[in-house]
């Protein structure tokens, strides 16, 4: 007894002691609220420079990223808020337009639109050179200063622009017509060239002053009046495809499908480097050292046109320069970083769960990967990893892919679109500009593969598969037809493929041709798909998401009202908890847990600063709706304790503050209000303290006294309480075996009552054999009669002991089955004598007077997440109505109240979660029978018994 108090004396010096230093607890000085963002569709991204933020143009507006928090503006209301087509000009302001040939500029904190010259026809291109805009209309180019125009080129009546393209050193600008006639500026006039190729065929760029085209495979250098190679350089390399060219301040350099190929300048002949390699990218740091890069992840390092040093025994497939550093990114999705002479490669400790296909730099030290944001300088991972990633083609004709984190939805450019998209080849696996085959077919969907396939492609003619040599072979249904593929997604060996003609599965076989395995969804139009372990998702033609088991072909639609809400779905992608669908009215999350019929509206806002406030301090929220547009939404209120009336809020969001005014816990509620929706309520709460107080000794004394008198008394009452409570149980325990003794001699009572009436009867053998299983019987009962808790098969046994001696007085009329759940363990443990009552009222109340056929099903069903069993006894008996007519006036089961008063005994005792129930089985009003059900929760205490 005496070490009892020993921790009330801890817990004395523990209070003294924060009543002491409360004097010193922290204050926050305010409290805001985290900021996210779910653009609906994104059309163009862009990082600005000098500071790397993230631009994104989508059809809300312009969303800024900084890597903490996100800014947007909206254009003027009368325009249209689709914005792309995003540029820089060199004093850092950021242009855009919108898909109806407005121009906007972003400037004093606000996007302000440009006059829009009406009589120069649609918008065609716009581009920046040093401090301008040049923006190039079917019949003029203007040149843009801050928002003052000059036009510097306008064209007759019967010609119109297609191709346009300016060079950033010399603010000079080149255009192409569709008659083939090339205008460009030189010593600031204007020159005309009549060339031979069409607008579709010559592709523009600009070295050292001069427009330089490559048409076909072959490049040609200025002036372009001798395209065909009778002056300068002419005709440099024939019979190449040129896969993009990259200009720097002395030498324009070409990559192509047999190397690279350098033009230094006027007087020095053209160097090819690494004929017969694909060069995919060239690029250089601030010493000049050039580094070239393979579409087979090879690494090659230039110096005075030659290769220095080669990483040929790598997997690269993305290249940065920062600053004097070389970022690489791996098929293996690990980061590396050279020194300036790449005398060592450092490689990141961490790996990213697929290849890093493109790297980005961003604010404060960090790059932006296809797999996550990293550490530039330690190169780690950061914990702002990726949730999933959409890959689109916008209305502009660029591939993008945006990326989905668990606070945000960011993105980055992947790859511009071919000139020629029906002939020219198409880029793929995020960014790598890794380049297929030529096909005549116009390309409508890609997917990167594992092992010896590298890509899948699908054309508008069929669908191909390539290894990373190049070589191809068309995949076909077993009938011999071609698949036009829409959509596709890879699931370890299998590849998915979406068509107008339903859902295809692929097993991609690591060294044969992929093998077709079945068809699914036949003649379904399939637009997007998803797929991971757990299924297959996809969107069809009513924008309706189905859920796919490809086991069982069970489908089942887990988003999407058709005829209610135009959602105009896109895309969408998984993640381990939710779906993401991508849709014209937002970013749509969905739990996979819990398919639902349409979204529910979400108003996502947390507390970012718990810490308690000062009286008076100011309190900011900051708040932005998700998910919904602005037209889904009726209203977002607000309300808190000192202020109960519902205020309205802006409802694109804002700012909304309140002052800090009594001590104590208090509460805001935020309401969103939807016409399709029930309203969403969170409630956030804080603690606001009041100011730092002193306490004298005198006044702590007497609180320690206080306490202690107090404590002692709560020791003693828990303690007579403990007392009082195992009373009570062993009473219970008690009552529970007087009711159980009580049960055993009826069920006995009942079996001599049918055995006598067999001898009554006559059937002597029957008696004789029923007198076995009787005492079979009388054995189980006195071997369960001081037992609480049976196992499942024990229960089983004795049940069909009993069935078959109350079967036989009914001539063997009975048809009965005994079923148990596969994954239900037989040894786990059940009250005892619990289902015998249940099946004693089917028999006798209610087979025993069925004329027609006698049918007796018991069930053990088992719920792995509910942690609980449940046992149904379904009979086809006359019913309980009938039943009860039969019965004597006033009489009252026996079994019943007894299985009654048990239950709730073991409620008590054990801690369990019992209860049993009846349902009647109708058919038009008639009785067919009768179910009677006992389900069993296990609790914590109840588990540990039985298990």
Known sequence: MKHTFIPFIICFFLIINVLLSQAQTPFAENLNLKLRIAPSEIYDLMIGQPNGYLYIGTDEGLYRYDGQSVRKWE???????????????????????????????????????????????????????????????????????HQTADTLLKLPANEVFTTFDTENKTQRIAGLTATGKLFFTENQRIKQVQTPFAQTDLQLTWWRGQPVGTHKGNLYTAPLVELLGRKMYGQIAANVRV??????????????????????????????????????????????????????????????L????????????????????????????????????AAQLWSSGQTAKREIAFIQPMTGGRLLTSEGIWQAKTLQLQKLALMGRMATRTRGGDWLMALFTESCVVGANIFDAPQEPEKAALRVA?????????RNGRAISCQTLAGKWAYAVGYDDGLWVFDRSGNGHELRTPDGQSITARCMAVCGSQLWVGSTKGLFQFEVLENNWPKFIQQFSENEYIMALAADAEGVFYINKKQQVIALNPHTAAKQCVFGVEDVLSLKIKNLALSPQFIWVVGTRGLFRISRRKPVAATTARLL???????????????????????????????????TDEQPQWQSLAKSGGKWQLIAQTAGTHWAEFRLSSPFYAAQTQRLTWTVSAKPFTISLKIVLWAVAVLAVGLVFIYFRIKRIKQQQANELALIESQLTAVSAQMNPHFIFNILQSIQGMIMDGDKRTAVQLLGEYAKFTRKILDFSDKKWISIKDEITHLETYIKLENSRLDNSIRWEIRTDSQLNLQKNIPTQLIHPLIENAIKHGLAHQ?????????????????????????????????????????????????SKRINLYNLLLQTNITFGYTDLLANGLPLGTKAFIHIKYTSYAKNITD
């Not at 995020?430 to 030529?438: A, F, N, S, V, Y």
């Not at 449940?870 to 009489?891: F, L, M, N, P, Y």
């Open 851 to 899: 004329t027609g056929e006698r049918r007796l099903l018991i069930d053990f069903v088992l719920d792995t997440a509910d942690n609980s069993l449940q046992i149904e006894v379904t009979d086809s008996g006359i019913g309980r109505e009938a039943a009860a007519q039969k019965r004597k006036s006033g009489h009252v089961s026996f079994s019943t109240n007894a299985l």
């Open 605 to 639: 806002v947390s507390l970012q600063d718990s810490s308690p406030i000062a009286e008076g301090a100011a309190i900011d929220f900051e708040y932005e709706q998700i998910a919904l547009s602005e037209a889904q939404i009726e209203a977002i209120s607000v309300r």
């Open 430 to 438: 995020m960014g790598t500009r890794k380049i297929l085959p030529l």
């Open 306 to 341: 030659s290769i220095a040093q080669s990483f040929a025994d790598k997997r690269f497939c993305s290249i940065l320069v920062d600053k004097n550093q070389l970022i690489l990114g791996d098929l293996d999705g690990r980061l590396h970083r050279t020194d300036t002479a």
């Open 75 to 145: 254009a003027p209301s009368r325009y249209a808020q689709s914005l792309s087509s995003l540029c820089q000009t060199s004093d850092g302001t950021v242009w855009c337009r919108n898909f109806s040939g407005n121009v906007f500029t972003l400037r004093a904190d606000s996007l302000q639109v440009l006059p829009t010259p009406t009589h120069f026809g649609r918008l065609i291109n716009m581009n920046t050179a040093g401090r301008q805009l040049f923006i190039c209309y079917e019949k003029a180019i203007l040149a843009y200063t």
């Open 243 to 304: 896969f993009h060219s990259v200009q720097e301040a002395q030498n324009l350099w070409f990559c192509t499908n047999d190397g690279a190929i350098c033009l230094p300048n006027e007087n020095v002949p053209a160097t090819q480097l690494l004929a017969g390699e694909r060069v995919s990218d060239i690029v250089s740091n601030e010493s000049g050292t050039r580094w070239l890069s393979t579409l087979d992840g090879k690494l090659f390092q230039v110096q005075s």
